[in-house]
């Protein structure tokens, strides 16, 4: 099993989100796991969304095949951790909201996942890492 990992520098712009999705595409579909690609796509969307709405800096997207998972990584210039990566509450959005439902779709959707901030490691620039993991379909196969 390959193991293997991608950094990409995304810069404070919208159109990041659609570079950060087609890498992502691109990385997943070239290492055969195109079954994770929906689910990964949707979430790495909604992180990378998170970051350029709430950050005013560049951002870092890491993907990472990991033993029998894939982690997916966003860095961005804003410390404030938000529920459910903090271990709050996410509020409940207005039903006619357009906003508020991104976190709760990787809270839903992910294995696993996680945040913490980033102090002096970037380079002295502070931030925080917002993190999921999706399981591998394929290591559940070769255990049986």
């Not at 193991?3 to 055969?32: E, K, N, S």
């Not at 357009?98 to 913490?116: F, S, T």
Request: no cysteine.
């Amino acid at each position: 099993m390959d193991l293997w990992t991608y950094t990409l520098q995304l810069p404070h712009d919208a159109r990041a989100v659609r570079i950060a999705r087609l890498t992502l595409r691109t990385v997943l579909t070239t290492h055969g796991l195109g079954e994770l690609l929906d689910p990964t796509e949707l979430l790495t969307s909604e992180l990378v969304t998170n970051a350029y709405r709430h950050s005013s800096g560049p951002s870092l997207l890491r993907v990472r095949s990991m033993a029998n998972r894939l982690r997916i990584g966003v860095w961005d210039t804003n410390p404030t951790i938000p529920p459910p990566f903090a271990n709050g509450t996410l509020p409940v959005p207005e039903p006619d909201s357009e906003q508020g439902r991104g976190l709760m779709l990787v809270r839903r959707w992910a294995d696993n996942y996680g945040g913490y901030e980033m102090g002096e490691e970037l380079g002295g620039r502070r931030g925080k890492l917002l993190w999921f993991e999706i399981l591998r379909r394929d290591a559940f196969d070769m255990a049986a």
